[in-house]
């Protein structure tokens, strides 16, 4: 399962992709927002950091002002996916965009039918919001799970970036369904390192060590 990063944070980004784990970044105007930044500046920043997929996403609702902000967005870097809403002026975007090779990430899915009109649109990625869902108690992963069995049913090669992350849970139960990507704020990947019998154990075997009053270096 690739990770991306749901971030416009420079070291936040810097510092797990140093360890591996940033397969992508992903972004919104919301986080361009918390980011403080210029869109095009620190979008290709995050692009000459991370080599796979960053995700813009155009702000325009009109097709070809959407089309022509995409086209924009595409030329900061070629790891560029043009992130568009599901509306028809963002699949009919997307279907520009795809046919001219362009990678596009189709965002604010909450529905499998939707998934299927972004597939048929020649999405790269679709992006189901799984928290925004629980949010509304609905299940998210119920989404997940239906969108990953009708794109097997007819081979769709979209793949599945389950976004909304919120918690270490959605992260497994993601893995379980089959998500090709989660992409997950930086403070849920690094809990999940987390576990109380880690540091339990950790400590343990700390403490008998210094009774041996050995050294490795
Ligand atoms: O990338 C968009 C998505 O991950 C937003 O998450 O927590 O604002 O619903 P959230």
């Not at 604010?108 to 509304?136: E, M, V, W, Y």
């Not at 069995?149 to 992260?171: C, F, K, P, W």
Request: glycine share 6%; with cysteine; charged share 25%.
């Amino acid at each position: 399962m690739k990770f991306f990063v749901d971030t416009a944070e420079i070291a936040a980004i810097a510092e797990l992709n140093d360890l591996g784990m940033v397969d992508g970044v992903t972004t919104n105007p919301s986080l361009i927002l918390k980011s403080g930044r210029d869109i095009l500046e620190v979008t290709k920043e995050i692009c000459d950091l991370v080599d796979g997929p960053v995700s813009a996403e155009v702000v325009a609702t009109e097709a070809d002002d959407m089309i022509a902000e995409g086209r924009k967005l595409a030329k900061i870097a070629p790891n560029i996916a043009v992130k568009v809403p599901l509306t028809w002026a963002g699949l009919k975007t997307c279907k520009t965009l795809s046919d001219e090779g362009q990678m596009v990430n189709v965002t604010l899915c909450f529905s499998t039918n939707q998934a299927i009109l972004a597939a048929k649109a020649g999405a790269t990625f679709i992006s189901p919001f799984i928290g925004r869902l629980d949010d509304i108690n609905l299940d998210g992963m119920d989404l997940i799970a239906d969108i990953r069995q009708v794109y097997d049913n007819y081979g769709y090669e979209t793949e599945i970036l389950a976004a909304s992350i919120r918690t270490v849970n959605h992260v497994t139960d993601s893995a379980r369904i089959g998500a090709d990507v989660i992409t997950a704020p930086p403070g849920v990947i690094k809990k999940l390192a987390d576990h109380p019998l880690t540091d339990k154990g950790l400590e343990t075997f700390l403490a008998d060590w210094a009774k041996t009053g050995q050294k490795i270096l």
